[in-house]
């Protein structure tokens, strides 16, 4: 019996969850369903990103659809135009077997006046983007007084982009007594402002704890140096084969950086920014969604949306300025129950907001190394004798093998096989054999006391004090230091010799703060618990640390990125793809962009390029000219 049956989905309702090949519902489905079904009530729903939030509202609004009557009954606004085209796709699926039903998307990039005219033929469920609804309700193209249900898709991410005015704005245009359900990953505060002015008594469905992230997500942290940054990526790509992930820069020129290097490498990436054209996020998505791209590098509001299935990493190339946003980044794999990796290439000065990820998500990350270059090369070699076993013949090829066995003849089995691997394995070994250890030496997270930054007291020594707050309140050295340079408005390094402790930890200022400190800390409340701060008989050291801090840095330069000439992760070309022999995407087709670098050609540091001779490319490469 299928488990949709139970939620009380109507007879086309369920067909096309047949159709669809849906058995179980998710979490978030199997909770809101029903409750939506039975009462007419504003909702709050907090489920992460990838866990059917579509589903859980889609199929009951579709129910409550009056389908004979034309006028505009349901609004739904997201965040993107991918998100926004996504909704309406999935709902005319959901409503295949209802007649008359007819879902419109709006969202900019698109001729308004075609979008109006479809609205004006009859639809009774609107999928917008904020920015092209309010443009709409400005010119008088849509009337959304009468409507029954408004659904806010992915909540916090419109708000993240800007869109609270429009979303106001939009709301106060909706008559009161419509039912509100509100579906969001995270709960900030603008969030919950939105529903206490625009929802009455609504119910709420939370899915794990509230802003926690997702459990088929597993996280894990690789610490490096900063000008080894991208050497990192590329290790690790290479570590994976079959990495079909998501890349995040915080910038859109890193963004573009990055995908250009990757590119030159031989890797199949591109850049999707803020910059792009529409035709340009068209042709990269749709090369994506085709997997002819391996590494799609983005910002994170150019991501906003994105909907592929079987991404089996992230990578936090560079953390996002606002820890929250993680959440979203993590939720792009490990979607409807598959799981995925969340990676984040850190570097010392980074590592503190580790422990504050944790902190939002509720997970605890795995700290790994970058592998060496010798283990890549045992990776990738077990990967392509693999490849090659599962590889189907295509017996086309028998009528060739007489010339092929004479050619081959007089080799064993063994050296057959040697000189088969060794086709593609013998550059690639070449230059990571060379390669150093890019993992940073001081690797390992410590509970422990904050003994780097030992300090001398001009003033004749320092102050130690003990206070009631330790790791079970979710802190460590570095956090904590954080919290009361924070709290107390101190400078970096007013806050020293920091030790944490499960119940209790202990810290110290210079003499001129301790007033400070015990009048602010003993007046402080921690999640309802009331901080209590004294001074400590034990003085816990006091020298200052003289020794010169380490300067950070962008990404690795041109030479740590040499050029890559066989690696055996499969690569295709088509529609939308990337040309390897021009190492980018040619400046004619649209979707992408073409390297303007200068580039050199040949030489033992050079990388070797991934190819494909063996594994599901569609025909041997042409080697490039030097």
């Not at 996504?86 to 008359?100: D, F």
């Not at 250009?260 to 035709?279: M, N, T, V």
């Not at 997270?445 to 320092?462: K, Y």
Request: net charge neutral; charged share 30%.
């Amino acid at each position: 019996m299928n488990k949709f049956e139970q939620l009380g989905l109507s007879e086309s309702l369920l067909k096309a969850v047949l159709d669809l090949g849906f058995e179980n519902p998710s979490e978030v489905q199997e909770k809101a369903i029903p409750l939506l079904l039975e009462k007419d009530t504003d909702m709050v729903a907090l489920a992460q990103t990838g866990t059917g939030k579509t589903a859980a509202f889609g199929f009951p609004v579709i129910q409550k659809i009056d389908a004979n009557n034309r006028n505009t009954q349901a609004l739904i606004l997201s965040p993107t135009r991918e998100l926004c085209l996504q909704i309406t796709n999935e709902l005319k699926n959901y409503s295949k077997y209802e007649k008359g039903i007819n879902v419109v998307a709006v969202y900019g990039g698109a001729s308004i006046t075609e979008q109006a005219r479809e609205i004006k033929r009859g639809a009774q469920i609107i999928v917008a983007t904020p920015g092209r609804m309010q443009d709409m309700i400005n010119r008088g193209l849509v009337n959304i007084t009468g409507i029954n249900y408004c659904i806010l898709d992915e909540a916090d991410e419109m708000l993240n982009m800007g869109f609270y005015e429009d979303i106001v704005n939009i709301l106060s245009t909706t008559p009161d007594d419509k039912n509100t359900w509100l579906f969001s990953a995270t709960m900030p505060a603008e969030v919950a402002r939105i529903g206490k002015q625009f929802m009455t008594d609504p119910v709420e469905v939370t899915v794990g704890a509230k802003n926690s992230g997702s459990n088929t997500v597993s996280h894990e942290f690789y610490l490096v140096n900063a000008r080894d940054r991208y050497e990192a990526l590329k290790r690790l790509a290479d570590a994976n084969p079959d990495i079909f992930s998501v890349v995040f820069c915080r910038t859109k020129r890193d963004t573009q950086a990055v995908a250009e290097k990757l590119i030159e490498d031989g890797y199949s990436a591109a850049a999707l920014h803020g910059d792009l054209s529409q035709a340009q996020r068209d042709g990269v998505m749709k090369s994506f969604r085709g997997r002819q791209i391996q590494m799609l590098v983005a910002t994170d509001v150019a991501a906003r949306g994105i909907d592929v299935d079987n991404i089996t990493h992230v990578v936090n190339y560079q953390l996002p300025d606002e820890i929250e946003t993680y959440n979203h980044r993590s939720g792009r794999t490990g979607r409807a129950g598959r799981l995925g990796t969340s990676i984040v290439i850190v570097t010392k000065s980074e590592l503190r907001k580790i422990s504050s990820i944790e902190r939002i998500i509720k997970q605890k990350f795995e700290e790994k190394v970058i592998p060496s270059g010798i283990e890549i090369c045992e990776i990738q070699l077990l990967h392509l004798a693999t490849k090659i076993k599962d590889t189907e013949v295509d017996h086309e090829i028998d009528n060739y093998l007489p010339a092929i066995n004479s050619v081959l003849e007089g080799l064993s089995k063994e050296e057959l096989i040697k000189k088969m691997v060794s086709v593609e394995f013998n550059r690639f070994i070449n230059y990571y054999k060379k390669t150093r250890d890019i993992s940073s030496q001081s690797g390992e997270r410590r509970e422990r006391s904050d003994d780097r930054e030992p300090r001398e007291n001009n003033n004749g020594g320092a102050t130690r004090y003990f206070v009631n707050i330790g790791s079970r309140d979710n802190f460590d050295w570095m956090s904590l230091k954080d919290y009361l340079k924070e709290t107390l408005d101190l400078g970096r390094d007013d806050v020293f010799k920091v030790d944490v402790k499960e119940g209790f930890s202990f810290f110290n200022t210079d003499p001129e703060h301790t007033d400070k400190v015990m009048e602010i800390l003993n007046n402080v409340q921690l999640e309802g618990r009331r901080i209590n701060v004294e001074i400590s008989k034990n003085d816990g050291g006091g020298r200052r640390d003289h020794n010169g801090r380490n300067s950070g840095g962008g990404f690795g330069g041109r030479s740590s990125a040499p050029r890559r000439e066989g690696s055996f992760a499969p690569r295709r070309e088509g529609s939308g793809g990337f040309k390897s022999d021009r190492g980018g995407f040619s400046s004619r087709r649209e979707g992408g962009f073409s390297s303007d670098r200068s580039r050199s050609e040949g030489g033992s540091d050079r990388a070797p390029r991934r190819s494909e001779s063996f594994g599901d490319a569609p025909r041997p490469r042409r080697p490039r000219r030097d």
